[in-house]
């Protein structure tokens, strides 16, 4: 480790993973789907902001929440791969500057390439940043607050999808709505469901949590109902998102098996949860063909 400590390639990596790649996509796709789909463009502002939430906002908020749950996470089997970096604390300053610096500057020229023309932007930005440095930062730590932890991790996710909304100056109607409010259930699900599985390491390290709250069990129950609750709300967008409630039907299913697990099994629920991870990449990408079809349904 010390060697290792010492070699540029190893710190890179490690900043990185800090990132959760597999988690990039989740939160840069929702903001490139709509600016395309309400500008009908491509242009630098879409280039920019996709970069800005494809790699700086994840590197900041992931890194910001390994860096302040290293206690924690040195009691968590699954950290340390995929799943969350189990960051050497001589790398934390490090991870922290890296979001920070890669954010403003990178983030700076969206804001820049966004103009003036739609202020409330700069409001939906601030907002969804402070969410992210609230969720994890001592002091606010809003991971610790039982509901509000999943409210916040949710807006991680839409946050970016309603600043595309903003600066690409879409209308505002039930339909779209709808669909926000469905993506916000979805985060609250996923998030919830997430916690699941680390309900006793957080309660050995004195950590909240909704599934600390609730217990396992009844927060898996909440997880599918919101889950179905998003599909049902796709019903009322406009054609073709009625199809897209079906989507809500593989991550019932992937939960599905955890309906009764008690907290002292919950460990396991991190089978269902590397499901989940698998099956964001599939529902992507029939969101995706939706989107070229209502494109092209419109054009």
């Known amino acids: 480790m010390t060697e290792q400590l010492g070699t540029a390639g190893w710190k890179t990596r490690q900043v990185v993973l800090s990132s959760r790649p597999l988690s990039w ?7 490139a789907a709509v600016y395309v789909v309400t500008t009908g463009r491509i242009d630098a502002l879409l280039i920019v902001g996709t970069l ?5 906002y994840n590197l900041l908020m992931y890194g910001i929440n390994d860096v302040y749950d290293y206690e924690s996470d040195l009691r968590n089997p699954r950290k340390g791969g995929a799943e969350g970096a189990l960051l050497h604390p001589a790398l934390h300053r490090t991870v922290i500057a890296a979001g920070v610096l890669s954010s403003a500057i990178v983030g700076g020229a969206m804001v820049f390439l966004a103009g003036s023309r739609h202020p409330l932007s700069w409001i939906v930005l601030s907002l969804s940043l402070f969410a992210v440095v609230a969720y994890s930062v001592r002091g606010l730590r809003f991971k610790e607050r039982p509901i509000l932890d999943s409210i916040t991790s949710s807006a ?13 100056g879409a209308t505002i109607n039930f339909g779209l709505l709808a669909l926000l409010a469905a993506f916000f259930l979805w985060g609250m699900a996923s998030h919830a469901f997430g916690a699941v599985q ?15 709250a609730l217990g ?3 927060t898996v129950r909440l997880a599918i109902t919101f889950w179905v609750l998003a599909g049902l709300l796709m019903l009322a967008t406009p054609w073709p998102g009625p199809l897209a409630a079906v989507l809500a039907v593989p991550y019932v299913l992937a939960v599905l098996p955890f309906w009764s697990v008690g907290d002292e099994q919950s460990e396991s629920a991190n089978r269902g949860w590397k499901r989940f991870l698998w099956l964001n990449f599939f529902t992507g990408f ?13 054009a």
Do not use: K, M
């Open 198 to 212: 680390d309900v006793e390491p957080d309660r050995q390290s004195g950590i909240a949590s909704i599934a600390t």
């Open 156 to 168: 991680h996710f839409v946050s970016p999808a309603v600043y595309g909304l903003v600066v690409a």
């Open 216 to 218: 396992a069990w009844p």
């Open 25 to 31: 996509i989740n939160t840069a796709f929702p903001f």
């Open 286 to 298: 029939i969101a995706t063909l939706l989107l070229i079809i209502w494109v092209r349904q419109g």
């Open 52 to 56: 800005f939430f494809l790699i700086p």
